[in-house]
């Protein structure tokens, strides 16, 4: 069964801190995908990131980053110099299907951006 | 484009009472699914369909109906509410080639005295 762990439940950090958000998964799949989504205090679910199980290349796209690690089954999300705008509830996902149809979320991790 | 759309955004029901939570979608997407959001349980697959006529139930479908009888349309009907049905519900629809990732309306939040 397809399974997604975030461990940390909440994390509080100072604006400008770096921190990194855990993403451990599980599945018997070799195809498969996983997704970062973020969820702010609105309440929306913006999309942040897919990264399929072939490509196992790091992602940067701003103060935002992936390390992808199939031989841990980990994909942890890096946000760098924090802002209070990152503050927000982000939750990691997993689908054997390219665009996230039937995705398995995680718990989520609530983030705290401190001014 | 619309987008994903879903009525109504708040909605109080008292146990037994039946409704329908409504969802469009206006991508011509193949793909749709039902998703509840429980305060620290992420989101859990009620219903899916992946094509006008085809319906199937996801993780936690007791206590929920779905049919789809257009692409555009996805309702998702509660029988009979139950206070353990109070969560926020979330519409997604995603296309099999065409997308990166499932595309959500902006929510329905129910609670059930």
């Known amino acids: 069964a397809q399974k997604v762990t975030q461990a940390q439940t909440e994390i509080s950090v100072v604006e400008k801190e770096d921190v990194t958000l855990d993403c451990v998964y599980e599945?018997?799949?070799?195809?498969?995908?996983l997704f970062w989504y973020k969820q702010p205090p609105s309440g929306e679910l913006v999309f942040l990131i897919r990264?399929?199980?072939?490509?196992?290349q790091n992602e940067i796209s701003g103060r935002y980053s992936w390390n992808f690690q199939k031989s841990t089954s980990s994909f942890n999300f890096t946000i760098t110099a924090s802002q209070v705008v990152d503050s927000a509830v982000y939750f990691c996902?997993?689908?054997?299907?390219?665009?996230?149809?039937?995705?398995?979320f995680g718990a989520g991790t609530r983030l705290f951006v401190k001014a | 484009n619309a987008g994903v759309t879903q009525t109504p955004k708040f909605q109080v029901l008292k146990t037994g009472q039946s409704m329908t939570l409504q969802c469009a979608q206006d991508?011509?997407?193949?793909?749709m699914s039902w998703y509840r959001q429980d305060p620290g349980m992420g989101l859990r697959l009620i219903h899916y369909?992946?094509?006008?006529?085809?319906?199937d139930q996801g993780e936690v479908p007791n206590g929920y109906n779905v049919s789809r009888s257009t692409t555009e349309d996805f309702p998702l009907r509660l029988l009979s509410a139950a206070p353990s049905q109070t969560s926020v519900y979330f519409c997604?629809?995603?296309?099999?080639?065409?997308?990166?990732?499932?595309?959500f309306g902006p929510g329905t939040r129910l609670t059930v005295l």
């Open positions: 997604a629809s995603s296309s099999l080639i065409l997308t990166d990732t499932q595309y």
């Open positions: 599945t018997r799949d070799t195809t498969y995908y």
């Open positions: 990264r399929n199980s072939f490509d196992e």
């Open positions: 996902a997993l689908s054997e299907d390219t665009g996230g149809f039937k995705t398995i």
């Open positions: 991508m011509n997407h193949e793909y």
């Open positions: 369909s992946v094509g006008a006529g085809i319906t």
